[in-house]
């Protein structure tokens, strides 16, 4: 809990102005690369702020006035100590992913520049913010590469549809709910209207369907979950009928492996499938399964188990 220095809880809307009146009064600031339960120990690193820095740091925390009206769950670090002249403790704040500062009033707020503090962090030794951002900036390429690769392999007339169900949510979740729920139920209206047979649907549904279960990064996004819904929504016969009507191909055993070992699918239909769909299914992931696939395979997700 973060109190000000007269260690009462901070209240009121967090402002710049706010946070340079504690500042002014500082004698010296410790940084320290860790959560506030980590700021004793020795083995983490710090940093003291005196003089004209504290100036420069000032500048560095400037925050977006009002905050963010909300606190973020994790403990934050690195930690900021600011002491008084006379080596009091004055408040401890501390930075949530680079970006927010929380302790100057009753809710976390943006910093007006996270990059440029990371970066001065970095430049004064404390380099753990910037190898942090480093990592998230390649996820979240990666994200966006995964996002591509959906989106490509979105059949014919879907692929608009499909750029707004894999639109990335935004700081107002309760708003992006909402639009990815109108977003899912258009996707489902056009996949029936372009491919009324039920067959032919879930064919192409499962070839879909089975894009993520490639994907190194593993796990279902929101996006892969669009599609998985619709196929359950489907009549389970039909689903089993797609795949003995014609031999399925391998990105149809894909999505069928991905659908057969989802909880949805086993909870309502258990784990047994039918032969010799299920001999087909098991025989394809021994041959060219990934790591999920055959684990889902050895605990016995597609019918009695199977060593691989």
């Known amino acids: 809990m973060i109190y000000d220095g007269t260690m009462r809880k901070a209240d009121g809307a967090p402002t710049t102005a706010r946070l340079r009146d504690v500042l002014n009064r500082a004698g010296r600031v410790v940084i320290v690369e860790g959560s506030p339960d980590e700021a004793d120990s020795a083995a983490v690193a710090r940093i003291v702020v005196t003089g004209a820095q504290i100036v420069d740091l000032a500048q560095l925390l400037a925050i977006v006035d009002g905050g963010t009206g909300d606190r973020c769950l994790c403990n934050g670090w690195p930690t900021i100590m ?71 392999a979105a059949p014919a007339g879907l692929r608009d549809a499909a750029v707004d169900v894999s639109a990335a ?42 894009i993520p279960a490639r994907e190194s990064t593993g796990g279902l996004k929101w996006y892969d979950m669009a599609v998985q819904q619709q196929l359950l929504a489907e009549d389970p016969d039909l689903i ?69």
């Open 169 to 210: 949510p935004g700081r107002d979740l309760e708003a992006w709910s909402g639009r990815l729920r109108d977003a899912k139920a258009r996707l489902a209206t056009l996949v029936r209207h372009g491919y009324p047979d039920g067959i032919e649907r879930i064919r192409v549904l499962l070839a879909w369907a089975g």
């Open 82 to 152: 600011i002491y008084d002249v006379n080596g009091e403790l004055i408040v401890c704040w501390t930075l949530h992913h680079q970006s927010a500062l929380r302790g100057i009033g009753d809710c976390d707020a943006d910093l007006r520049d996270g990059p440029a503090l990371t970066e001065w962090l970095a430049t004064q030794g404390l380099t753990g913010s910037r190898e942090v951002q480093a990592e998230l900036a390649a996820q979240d390429a990666e994200d966006e590469r995964r996002r591509l690769r959906w989106l490509q």
């Open 240 to 308: 089993l009928a797609a795949l003995a009507t014609r031999p399925p191909s391998p990105a149809h055993l894909d999505g069928a492996a991905q659908l057969f070992a989802s909880i949805e699918w086993t909870g309502a239909h258990g784990k047994q499938l039918p032969e010799p769909l299920r001999s087909m299914l098991i025989g394809h992931i021994e041959a060219d399964g990934t790591d999920p696939m055959r684990f889902r395979m050895r605990h016995g997700y597609y019918g009695a188990e199977r060593s691989a």
